[in-house]
């Protein structure tokens, strides 16, 4: 199969070669050229993705957006960027300097490791190492600790308390999201996140035979970009804006920035692991088709989850702890099994993947069926007056 | 060439931030230097090629443990707030301790220990490798580990909830 | 394999300066006038009363601590779902014990109320 990158990589070595460079400095180009595109792309996309967000969200409330800088406003983000670049920078005086300033640019660099892994389009990956699925969820870590140090050096009560609450919530969903992850490396047999779209050859894509891992992991992704309904850490109304309420100019900046690629890097995932990634009609004979189908697939996913945004309200925090820990974790380790389990059974693969799919089609209604049962239950309960509201 | 320096600066920053987490005054920022520290291990492990060990270095112990520790120190009482010295007066036996101890466990690791230096290099299937060996031939040890780990829950939480009522 | 670790180090090192660079400019085009009430912790207009760091609940550390033993199983199930289409039934039973004992912990934590958040 053509593969793009290494096509555009012979050209540029030759290249290289001719201009008489040793091997050593065509490494190091080599690694230059690759982290500048991606930073690149990974900073452009993420002014779309506001551009976006703040469209859709206007068009849900019946307004218009952001409509006067560019066409339909599109250059907004840029004036943006550039007006909290020159903004005034406000460090409280009781801060711990060190980790107040550290925090936002380890923000930005643990969501920026993610762009590492994920392939863009056949072989365009920047790179493809053997432990690729894990490493994402590593540098999620990092990223929690960035908000702790945010959260915790502000010497702000709204500050840590957000960070707290944060890191709590990241925590508990980090679980779901590991064990709905782990479902298509069972199925692929590796943690490759090149390999993994390889894998999903011929439609068989993860997300379609296995749509309960995959609706696990879109709603653990939904909690780890702390967006609604599981953006309680930032609750304007309680704890005004959370762990970077003191921050302002380019500081808070990188925290949205942080949070806006995030978004877009969890959809990435979310395509690469379970919708086939750049797999499409015709990528085998054009391989630059894929790069438009994965963006394809990864917007749409982008969209559903400004949508979410724009619609939901806010669950309460012991509503979004026992979530987690009581629907979320139960049901991916249910998965994790069944997903071992028909991995083993002799029949053909068609028919293991159409039985698969059905089983998770059950156990979604299983799932969706108890958690009803159990709001209407409480909603009952209220309604009798004998609950105490506490 | 380049690989040792790098090895020498990653070494340098783990053993830094170690030493600043014993000598700092706010145990909050001791905690973050080891954070820091464990970091810097990954960082080795990389280097080694042990891609599973570094990330799960950074999954386990950035994620969780430090956290953990972070959690640990915030609901300690007074913990927080006041700046605790990490000196106090049993300081130089504890010093003293800490080096005879550190000596002999550096002896026995560079002398009696019977490295296995094998100049070849690491498997591409190193991660497979790893999963046949936990349900092969560590199988035992790998459900005892995981049966620790339950038996460590079921204590904490005990001990716990004990003091919350 | 020396490439992709090229890449992935240089990567790295962009991408852990680029943030603190851009904030070492931001200091140089913005204006600076700091006073002491612009510099006070924000808390709505309100005087902040009392110390921030307070103790806080042990409710966190018990979340913290479930998910440890969580974080540290899961980890585990990785190289076996690597090495599980290669790998015969035995795999199988054996992962199923383990997933088992994760729902019994699972199970004992939700018993003894400490999924509660209160």
Redesign the interface.
């Known amino acids: 199969m053509d593969v793009l990158k290494p096509q555009i990589g012979d050209w540029w070595h030759a290249l290289l070669q001719g201009a008489g460079l040793s091997s050593g400095w065509i490494v190091f180009l080599d690694a230059l050229v690759i982290t500048l595109i991606l930073l690149g792309l990974g900073l452009t996309s993420v002014l779309f993705a506001v551009w976006l967000e703040r469209k859709l969200a206007a068009r849900v409330q019946d307004r218009l957006g952001p409509n006067r800088v560019g066409p339909y406003g599109l250059v907004q983000t840029v004036a943006d960027a550039l007006k909290l670049l020159t903004k005034e920078d406000i460090t409280p005086d009781n801060a ?1 300097r ?2 107040y300033n550290l925090a936002p640019g380890l923000a930005v660099f643990a969501v920026l490791m993610l762009l590492l892994v994920i392939p863009f389009g056949p072989g365009l990956i920047g790179a493809d ?3 690729g699925v ?2 994402l ?6 990223g ?2 960035a908000i ?2 945010a959260g ?1 050096s502000s010497n702000n009560k709204y500050a840590l308390l957000g960070g ?1 609450r944060a ?1 709590a919530q990241l ?1 508990s969903y ?1 679980i779901p999201m590991i064990l709905a992850m782990s479902v298509p490396v069972l199925f692929a ?1 590796t ?1 490759s996140m090149e390999k993994l779209v390889e894998q999903q050859a011929h439609g068989r894509w993860f997300g379609v035979v296995m749509p309960a891992a995959f609706f696990l992991y879109f709603l653990a992704a939904l909690a780890e970009n702390e967006r609604t309904p599981f953006d309680l850490l930032e609750a304007d109304s309680e704890i005004v804006a959370g762990y970077h309420i003191e921050y302002s100019g380019m500081k808070f900046a990188w925290f949205f920035l942080a949070f806006f690629l995030n978004t877009l890097i969890l959809s990435a995932i979310a395509t690469t692991l379970f919708l086939g990634g750049w797999r499409g009609p015709f990528v085998e004979q054009v391989p630059a088709l894929g790069i438009f189908y994965f963006l394809a697939k990864s917007f749409v996913l982008v969209f559903a989850f400004m949508w979410i945004r724009a619609t939901f309200p806010r669950l309460r925090i012991d509503q979004m702890m026992a979530f987690a820990w009581k629907v979320m974790v139960p049901t991916g380790l249910v998965l994790v099994l069944v997903a071992a389990v028909f991995v083993k059974l002799p029949v053909a693969p068609l028919v293991r993947d159409v039985l698969l799919f059905l089983v998770n089609v059950f156990i979604l209604l299983v799932v969706a069926g108890l958690v009803g049962r159990h709001l209407r239950l409480q909603i009952k309960r209220l309604s009798e007056g004998a609950a105490v509201v506490s | 060439m380049i690989l040792k320096v ?1 090895f020498l600066l990653v070494s340098l920053f783990t053993v830094g931030s170690a030493l600043m987490v014993v000598t700092h005054k ?1 145990l ?2 001791s905690a ?1 230097f080891l ?1 820091a520290s464990f970091f810097g291990v990954a960082a080795l492990y ?1 280097l080694l ?1 042990a ?2 060990l ?3 270095q ?3 112990y ?7 520790i ?3 120190i ?8 006041g700046r605790t010295s990490p000196r106090n007066d049993q300081a130089a036996w504890a010093g003293l301790a800490s080096v005879v101890l550190g000596l002999v466990l550096l002896y026995v690791v560079v002398f009696r220990v019977q490295w296995p230096v094998v100049e070849k ?1 690491v498997p ?1 299937d ?7 060996a ?2 092969g031939r560590y ?1 035992v040890p ?2 005892v580990a ?2 620790l ?2 038996a ?3 204590g ?2 005990l001990i ?2 004990e ?2 009522v | ?1 020396l490439n992709t ?1 090229a890449v ?2 240089l990567y790295a090192l962009v991408a852990l300066t680029f943030p603190f660079i851009v904030l070492l400019f931001a200091r140089l085009v913005r204006p600076s006038k700091p006073n002491p009430l612009k510099n006070s912790t924000y808390e709505c207009g309100m005087e902040t009363i009392g ?1 921030t ?6 409710q ?3 979340f ?6 969580f ?3 899961v ?2 199930l ?7 289409g ?2 015969g039934l ?2 199988l039973v ?2 199923a ?2 997933i088992g ?2 729902a ?2 699972l199970v ?2 939700w018993r ?1 109320g ?1 999924l509660e958040w209160q």
């Open positions: 711990e060190l980790s190492i053997n432990v894990l490493y969820v590593a540098m999620g870590s990092v929690i600790m702790l140090m915790w707290f890191v925590l980090e047999g943690m | 790098v706010n909050f920022s973050l954070v990389v090629e891609e599973f570094a990330v799960a950074v999954l386990i950035v994620g969780a443990i430090a956290t953990l972070i959690f640990a915030m609901l300690t009482r007074g913990m927080m707030s290099p591409p190193t991660i497979e490798q790893l999963g046949r936990l349900v199988v790998f459900e995981s049966v780990l339950l460590a829950l079921v904490a939480v716990a909830r003091k919350e | 394999m670790y992935i180090g110390d760091w307070v103790q806080f609940r042990a966190y550390y018990l913290a601590l479930v998910f440890v033993v974080d540290v199983e980890v585990f990785y190289p076996w779902a690597v090495a599980y290669k790998l035995f795999a054996e992962m014990l383990f004992l994760l019994v912990a004992y934590a003894k400490i």
